[in-house]
């Protein structure tokens, strides 16, 4: 069945460091992929999407590509804040089936250090 | 406008008992899911509902059940908790459920089961 496989952390970083957190996964057919970042206490939010080959999400600095030929997601960001810190989920949703089911990796967690 | 929302925040329970979360989601999305998180591990979908009809299950024991009412909010019950229903449950909306559509989630509830 369809899976995400994300890094383990947690990924530590001083501030201005660059960011990579790698995401990938398995699917039949072609998958919308997500990157979803929780703060400490909170739900998930949306940080970026794509939903074909060779899209870019990005937001609020971050951004991902959607590689096929690698079945890769792989988060990026150049220069990281404190408030960066979080767990970042990757995520994708397989149009199969005509429903939304998101299925989800396990997690990065990600910590900031000024 | 506002977004995803739930209630209660927290909640304490005993095992046996059962339990009733609610979730309103955003104006005008009419699809809403379920997904439980348990510490340190990332989301695992409950149910789908549209319209009011269930259109996806994940693999969770009938104790778990939802439903969706006219104005698309929705509550998830579940009956005779155990220890291991203790975790983030996470309510998610959607325009119209569709394969390629976006969910956003509300805050969670976190349920305990003593």
């Known amino acids: 069945g369809d899976s995400v496989t994300q890094m383990e952390g947690p990924v530590t970083l001083s501030e201005e460091a660059f960011l990579t957190i790698n995401c990938t996964y398995t699917a039949t057919g072609y998958p919308s992929l997500f990157w979803y970042v929780q703060y400490p206490g909170e739900g998930l939010q949306l940080l970026l999407k794509?939903?074909?080959?060779?899209d870019k999400g990005s937001n609020k600095g971050f951004e991902a590509t959607y590689r096929k030929e690698t079945t890769s997601f792989h988060l990026e960001k150049g220069s990281v804040q404190v408030s960066d810190s979080a767990v970042y989920f990757c995520a994708l949703q397989n149009p199969f089936g005509g429903y939304n089911k998101l299925i989800f990796g396990a997690g990065t967690r990600l910590a900031v250090h000024p | 406008d506002a977004g995803v929302t739930q209630s209660p925040t927290h909640l304490i329970k005993t095992r046996g008992q059962h339990v009733t979360l609610r979730c309103s989601p955003i104006?005008?999305?009419?699809?809403v899911s379920w997904y439980q998180q348990v510490l340190g591990q990332g989301p695992q979908f409950i149910f789908q509902?549209?319209?009011?009809?269930?259109?996806g299950r994940g693999n969770f024991p009938d104790r778990f059940s939802a439903r969706q009412f006219p104005n698309y909010s929705s509550e998830l019950n579940v009956n005779a908790l155990l220890l291991g229903d203790s975790a983030l449950y996470l309510c998610?909306?959607?325009?119209?459920?569709?394969?390629?559509?976006?969910?956003?989630f509300g805050p969670g509830t976190r349920l305990t089961v003593l």
């Open positions: 794509a939903t074909k080959a060779d």
């Open positions: 998610a909306s959607s325009l119209d459920g569709g394969g390629t559509d976006t969910q956003y």
């Open positions: 509902y549209y319209e009011k009809e269930e259109r």
């Open positions: 104006s005008g999305h009419k699809s």
